[in-house]
């Protein structure tokens, strides 16, 4: 089974609306990054969230984190037809390989 | 800035020939870096990564190896494609574990 593993397995919204991306994990970590991945590219970083932070925000992003149940959320307001793209969220399972996740697929409308 | 350049773009081989996939990071001294593999709609698996010259840890064997010759430089290869190699190859960089990752465009492998 998957070390890491996001909710839903995909959304569409239409611009203007917020979206959130679910992510639970099965290892203890120091720190949990998300990812977005447009068409063709490679990952992009959004944010990191370490272990010890509870909420981190970046611009129109703001990732939680919850040790206790493992789990942690990215949530993305207001929007645009450019953040249809899949999102990752990554672990480092206390060690040096990142484990990703197996992704949210969210598309957004005009 | 940094810059990380991978090659080929893309590449179609025959199950059974030779790969060398090559990555190349400018304006970043003695980056950690990793090579992953992507299966068409997957999730990305880690197979290598090297935090210094002449090192290179195997995360998952797939039949493949890595080297890095260079402090900028990082190869993927292998003697003999197999189908399951198909998928998009990505290299990365970090400045130290656990940090963000930054990704190269990476490499589109085709195996017939």
């Known amino acids: 089974s998957q070390l890491a593993e996001e909710n839903p397995w995909a959304l569409s919204v239409h611009e203007g609306e917020s979206v959130t991306v679910n992510c639970s994990y099965k290892?203890?970590?120091?720190?949990l990054q998300w990812y977005r991945q447009k068409s063709g590219e490679g990952p992009a970083q959004l944010i990191l969230i370490r272990s010890n932070e509870r909420e981190k925000r970046n611009g129109r992003l703001r990732a939680t984190l919850d040790t206790s149940s493992q789990s942690s959320s990215l949530s993305i307001t207001a929007t645009r037809c450019e953040d249809t793209a899949v999102y990752f969220c990554a672990t480092d399972g206390g060690g040096r390989a990142l484990i990703f996740g197996t992704g949210t697929t969210v598309s957004v409308s005009p | 800035a940094q810059t990380i350049h991978q090659w080929p773009v893309a590449e179609i081989k025959a199950v059974g020939s030779p790969l060398s996939l090559g990555c190349t990071i400018k304006g970043k001294s003695s980056p950690n870096l990793y090579w992953y593999w992507q299966a068409t709609g997957g999730t990305l698996q880690q197979l290598f990564y090297?935090?210094?010259?002449?090192?290179v840890e195997s995360v998952v064997q797939l039949n493949l190896s890595a080297s890095r010759p260079k402090d900028d430089q990082f190869i993927l290869s292998t003697e003999k494609l197999l189908l399951s190699h198909s998928g998009f190859y990505l290299c990365a960089w970090s400045l130290r574990d656990r940090d963000e990752q930054y990704f190269g465009p990476g490499t589109r492998l085709t195996v017939l």
């Open positions: 090297s935090i210094t010259v002449g090192q």
């Open positions: 290892t203890s970590i120091t720190a």
